[in-house]
């Protein structure tokens, strides 16, 4: 959201972004201090979030929800005023909704998302990242999206299911993309050096987390290099603790949190990247991943990067381990034809996931919605 | 000196079972008598049976009369399938602590991520560790993680790591596939899928067996062929149960 705003503003639209003091989407705690201040050529204003009173209460409504139990319409709002709320954020809309051609909101399931779009629904626009989760087919979710004027998807099976989800789709909505910065050089051989990587690896890049399937993921490749003996270690980088099991502590190497300036030379230093989440609405690692030109083996029932995968000619997908193992030996075995995969990965992120492209896509959204105001 | 080499070796095997024939190979040019013992019957081993699970210490008191040294390749399977249980891991490296005294050489050659459900600590494999002149681990971190467990003499502990299969095993098959460059991702992908598919119906006829081990690469002369184990023989059971309390006996008799 942060670089969409900025790279509308390098067009010479005015951008403000207004956001929470929190920097956790688990704790929500207040970090930053709450007012208005300037990132370039975009004003950003904090609001402080208020602590939610009953854990204990939110804790069984998210529970049931997880059990995709069917909540009354009251539930759900205690539901979405369990996490976090924000409503200095929602008064500060409802005071300047006005002032703006348009409101973008994300991603679908926070209070900011639910209550901010009650505002200036004529002029609103989710972009709700959906995944087909339980949170996804609350009433209160099909409520927002049919209720705003436009929605952006970033792909099109996301597209396809926010229809699943909102039969009755705000009526300006279109597949805009998501966009990754396109990086001048790769230092592979650095990396390797800076993190005394000797062995051939793969890349696992993402948060360490049951929902992420990273924890399947250790299953999954510890299987698969028993049965294959193949000559890759899993390095692994990001937020959360990675729990290596002991049997697999000689082949899975933490790199724990790397600076944005690394990430590139990870992606461009490894064999090839794993993406074992079946959540995703884009997938910015895999995107990366191909633009360093590395290939890309991801879980095929992931929806959407099955799709990336399989539009762009890039990836592969694997449904268990056995098929991870023969993934993992195909780019071990037939490096050549590995990296031509990953040739038609790059070319498909430069064709459709740089910022000029996504730019000007946001922008024909937003025009169409003005000029739908102004009719 | 006649040593029993445990594993599995080719054909078909991959670059575990090729490394643990060198090794049978190096020993018989050294002058020693070799007798390999192989779970799969398509190996070229002198012996083929179950060494899974308990059965592992019943064929080692068989084959003990025979032979002074052993050498063991701990993998998949062998002496525990990864879905063993406490107790069955207990029974199972238990009996093998005792089956090891039987051999006055004792190499255990352990591949990586070591293959040991439950781990490589605990009571149940203090005497297996114990029994052993030679621990051979692939790298320094299982070497860290093996001498701290109980049991193990540190000065046996030997780091030798196999060599990365970079032209070998099931790698290499793949490198052989030739793809045309129109519409290559359709072309690996459906590879994957029917390797993966080749895979699983030989992993499940090991399973049916309870002989899950080292997948065959599915090319050659032995692509095809059933990777069974010879069956656990009731006979054969007795009589090494029966020798082992003979032998017991004998020695409480002649202790003064």
Redesign the interface.
């Known amino acids: 959201m942060a670089e969409a705003a900025h790279s509308l503003a390098a067009r010479d639209h005015e951008v403000e972004i207004l956001t929470t003091c929190a920097t956790s989407h688990f704790s929500w705690a207040n970090e930053f201090e709450p007012g208005r201040s300037e990132d370039g050529r975009v004003v950003v204003s904090r609001f402080p979030t208020v602590a939610v009173r009953s854990r204990s209460a939110a804790a069984q409504l998210e529970h049931r929800v997880q059990r995709s139990e069917s909540l009354s319409p009251a539930d759900e709002i205690a539901w979405v005023n369990g996490r976090f709320r924000v409503p200095e954020l929602y008064l500060e809309l409802v005071n300047r909704a006005e002032e703006f051609d348009a409101i973008v909101l994300s991603p679908y399931l926070f209070w900011s998302t639910i209550y901010g779009a009650t505002v200036a629904p004529e002029r609103t626009i989710v972009m709700p990242c959906l995944h087909d989760e339980p949170y996804a087919w609350l009433g209160i979710v099909r409520s927002t999206l049919s209720a705003v004027a436009g929605a952006w998807f970033l792909s099109e099976p996301e597209h396809q299911l926010g229809h699943r989800v909102a039969p009755g789709l705000a009526p300006f909505h279109s597949v805009v993309g998501a966009a990754v910065v396109v990086p001048e050089h790769y230092d592979a051989a650095g990396f390797r050096e800076r993190h005394g990587l000797s062995?051939?690896f793969v890349l696992y890049a993402g948060r360490r987390e049951e929902g992420k399937g990273w924890r399947r993921l250790l299953g999954e490749f510890?299987a698969a290099?028993?049965?294959?003996?193949?000559?890759f270690d899993l390095v692994t980088f990001g937020v959360g603790s990675p729990d290596i099991p002991?049997?697999?502590?000689?082949?899975v190497i933490d790199l724990g949190y790397l600076e944005s300036s690394e990430l590139p030379d990870a992606f461009a230093a490894a064999d090839a990247l794993l993406q074992p989440s079946l959540n995703e609405s884009f997938s910015r690692t895999v995107m990366e991943a191909w633009l360093a030109g590395t290939p890309v083996i991801a879980h095929a029932a992931s929806e959407v990067v099955a799709w990336h995968?399989?539009r762009?000619?890039?990836?592969?997908?694997?449904s268990?381990e056995?098929?991870l193992?023969?993934?993992l030996?195909?780019v071990?075995?037939?490096p050549k034809?590995a990296a031509?995969?990953a040739d038609?990965g790059r070319r498909y992120v430069l064709a459709h996931y740089t910022w000029p492209t996504v730019t000007d896509a946001m922008e024909r959204s937003i025009e169409g919605l003005v000029a739908s105001r102004q009719r | 000196m006649t040593t029993l080499v445990v594993g599995t070796v080719p054909p078909p095997g991959?670059?575990?079972a090729a490394q643990l024939a060198a090794l049978a190979s190096q020993l018989r040019a050294t002058g020693e008598r070799v007798e390999v013992l192989s779970p799969d019957r398509r190996s070229a081993a002198h012996h083929h049976g179950s060494i899974t699970g308990p059965m592992l210490a019943l064929q080692l008191i068989r084959r003990s009369r025979s032979c002074d040294g052993v050498v063991i390749a701990f993998g998949?399977g062998v002496p525990l399938a990864a879905t063993a249980g406490r107790v069955e891991r207990a029974v199972t490296l238990g009996l093998l602590g005792v089956a090891l005294r039987s051999f006055s050489d004792v190499t255990l050659r352990l591949?990586?991520?070591?293959?040991?459900p439950g781990?490589v600590g605990g009571r149940a494999t203090a005497a297996m560790w114990s029994r052993a002149t030679s621990i051979v681990v692939?790298?320094e971190?299982?070497r860290e993680?093996v001498v701290l467990a109980p049991g193990v003499d540190a000065a046996c502990l030997v780091v030798r790591p196999?060599a990365?299969?970079?032209h070998g095993?099931?790698?290499?098959?793949?490198?052989e596939?030739h793809?045309d460059?129109a519409?290559?991702?359709?072309q690996?992908?459906l590879?994957?899928?029917e390797?993966?598919a080749e895979?699983?119906r030989v992993?499940s006829a090991r399973v049916e067996l309870g002989a899950k081990g080292?997948?065959d690469d599915g090319a050659g002369p032995f692509s095809g062929t059933s990777a069974r184990v010879s069956p656990p023989d009731p006979v054969v059971l007795a009589r090494v149960f029966a020798g082992r309390v003979r032998r017991v006996l004998r020695k409480l008799a002649t202790q003064p």
């Open positions: 062995r051939p510890g290099i028993a049965s294959h003996e193949l000559p002991e049997g697999l502590q000689s082949r995968c399989e762009s000619g890039g990836g592969l997908t694997y268990d056995i098929e193992g023969e993934c030996a195909f071990a075995g037939a034809t031509a995969l038609e | 991959g670059e575990a998949p591949a990586s991520p070591i293959p040991l781990g692939e790298n971190a299982d993680r196999t990365a299969p970079a095993g099931r790698s290499m098959a793949w490198n596939l793809f460059t519409d290559l991702r359709s690996v992908q590879a994957v899928r390797r993966a895979a699983r992993n080292v997948l």
